[in-house]
């Protein structure tokens, strides 16, 4: 009896808050479908703001990879241009040079990261120094789109974004500062600045925070310059070797101008042959 007595009045307490459902939904119900709106908004600004810096980082290593390649992929257009179809040269040419520089916008665009920001300044210069120094492919003479042009303008605008790597709001690791000051070192002597080149491999001598393996190239290439400054100024200098893109993935230095040796060899060939 007690236990029919409970059923009964739960089930008439449950029927009085059913009944008084409709006038607490017109009092709060706006309310709490606002709260839930909220929500709803807050939740999806989330998940977007995470889904657009996973595609940002996804776009910025896919970036940072083709950059990589297709420097690669100059290097091999410039051993082929002596052989191959002058035409397919430019071509190749002008296919590898567009998707680097498209890579280095998504980079500049789509990342805040300073390091980021040196590497992108890095692929440029690299681009313009490949550039700069690449051979025209034969009978560029007589069909000028095969020429590159404005090579002097190109060595310029490398210069202008070593220069920017070494920026101190770039917060640049030691393989950028090497890559960086390597680069102007690279120019400098291609121009005949001997005071600059010699200058840049100072500075990373006396940079105390880069490893032994970079101050390394830089005395072996220092201890170089006179003998260099020497012979350029008694024979009439060739067409410069161009550089080898510095390894932004490597803990080995890299090194522009002809690969650097190691210190047991010293009778490699200066950057800028005589």
Excluded: C
């Amino acid at each position: 009896m007690k236990s029919e007595r409970r059923h009964e009045l739960k089930t008439n307490a449950l029927a009085r808050r059913l009944e008084g459902f409709p006038d607490y939904w017109r009092e709060y119900g706006n309310k709490v479908m606002l709260v839930i709106i909220v929500f709803l908004i807050a939740y999806l600004a989330v998940r977007y703001y995470n889904d657009k810096k996973t595609r940002q980082s996804q776009d910025v290593a896919n970036s940072l990879e083709t950059i990589q390649t297709q420097l690669g992929t100059l290097d091999q257009i410039e051993q082929m241009s002596s052989r191959a179809d002058p035409t397919t040269v430019a071509e190749l040419r002008q296919k590898s040079t567009s998707a680097v520089n498209d890579a280095i916008n998504t980079l500049l665009s789509n990342s805040k990261d300073p390091k980021v920001l040196a590497r992108a300044n890095l692929a440029q210069g690299n681009l313009d120094w490949h550039l700069a120094n690449m051979p025209d492919p034969p009978g560029a003479t007589t069909r000028p789109e095969l020429k590159i042009n404005n090579r002097d303008a190109l060595l310029n605008e490398a210069k202008s974004s070593f220069a920017k790597v070494l920026e101190p709001q770039y917060n640049q690791s030691g393989l950028d500062i090497f890559s960086g000051r390597v680069g102007l070192a690279a120019i400098a002597e291609n121009q005949g600045n001997w005071e600059e080149a010699r200058m840049q491999y100072q500075a990373i001598l006396d940079n105390p925070d880069l490893p032994p393996s970079f101050k390394d190239v830089a005395r072996e290439r220092l201890t170089r310059l006179t003998d260099i400054q020497k012979a350029a100024l008694l024979v009439p200098p060739p067409e410069a070797p161009r550089a080898l893109p510095p390894a932004t993935q490597s803990t080995q230095p890299a090194v522009l101008g002809p690969e650097a040796p190691p210190a047991t060899e010293p009778t490699a060939k200066p950057t800028t042959a005589p």
